[in-house]
């Protein structure tokens, strides 16, 4: 895709003005509330589209608002470059949601400098890396190299998943006390319970005494307790304070990480996690 340049994206952005109303014109107080609310229905529809939900009925439906309404605020988002319209397919993410996610992830320090201890790790290992912070009870990519060996997972950037059944996420929990660990693993087990195709998780003593020992040495595993067939191997990174504050995984098929890889793995994941770790001032 070709680059977007800065000029590019200031004409798209009064181009948004344009089409969601500017606050400068009209009465100061009632039009910057009304604006308000319109900025904020508009970014409620970019979740929905990025959540799957791509037709004008069941976007109405998630907003709470006339189909009127929604169909303005669609259109105005399609003219802005925000979305895409395609006939028969309704509405998906147009390039500016793209442009900005990457110029994100661009001023995100920590990802430039986890990046090329990332792809020094699979290029070692030929398996996926990942790295994630938390958010809530989640983990949110925030980088993937792919691995060499023809297996590509499903795991995209942005994505979230649950932190106390992924080994990233297990990984970023080692920082916290054990009462928030009781915590996620109860809103793991209830996302379990409404979604009865996800691998069935540990009992909590089970699982506490797992990520005990876990924290004991400062890495975690995944065994097909996300997804079955995955396996990973997870670290935490610590910043200047020691506090977690993103961790890295290896995953890859189970066939290609028995047990005994996994071990294999694990120093190395660590390794590459306080590599990162020091340069973000942490020294251990």
Known sequence: MRATSDREQGTMSIEARSAFGDPAEGGAGATSAAGTQTLLRGLKVLECVAAGTHDVQGIAERLGTPRST??????????????????????????????????????????????PHCEALSRQTGDTV??????????????????????????????????ATTGIGKALMLGLPEPRWRELHEAALALNARSPDRPPALPWEPYAERMRAYRARGVVFD???????????????????????????????????????LEEVAPLVRATAEAVARELGWTG
């Open 223 to 261: 065994l097909e307790e996300n997804e079955v067939g995955i396996r990973c191997a997870g670290a935490p990174v610590h910043d200047r304070g020691g506090r977690v504050v993103a961790a890295i995984s290896v995953a890859s098929a189970a066939p290609f990480m028995p047990e005994e890889r």
């Open 130 to 163: 990942h790295l994630g912070i938390a958010d809530g009870s989640e983990v949110v990519y925030l980088l993937k190299i792919s691995g060499t060996r023809g297996f590509e997972m499903r795991s995209r950037v942005g994505q979230r998943m649950p932190l």
């Open 70 to 115: 929604t169909h303005r605020i669609l259109s105005s988002l399609v003219a802005a470059k925000y979305l895409h319209h395609l006939p028969h397919k309704g509405y998906l993410l147009g390039p500016m949601p793209i442009y900005l996610g990457q110029r994100a992830l661009e001023q995100r320090p920590l990802v430039a400098m986890a990046q």
